[in-house]
């Protein structure tokens, strides 16, 4: 559930993100989505490294 979330937040970041990029390069659309998604995994992936620092600490 935590990491279907996660998926959906890095996404929309990455859209976002993507956006915003359209403003200042000229990507193609194909471009625009693997970056998105790049960004969404690496989001993704800082942010359980972080709540896997956060656990331990904790615990």
Known sequence: MKALRL???GFVIGILVSIV???FSDLSFFQHILISVLIGLVVGTIYI???LRV???SS
């Open 21 to 23: 990029g359209k403003v």
């Open 49 to 51: 490294l972080i709540e």
């Open 7 to 9: 998926l959906i937040l």
């Open 55 to 57: 656990s331990k600490s």
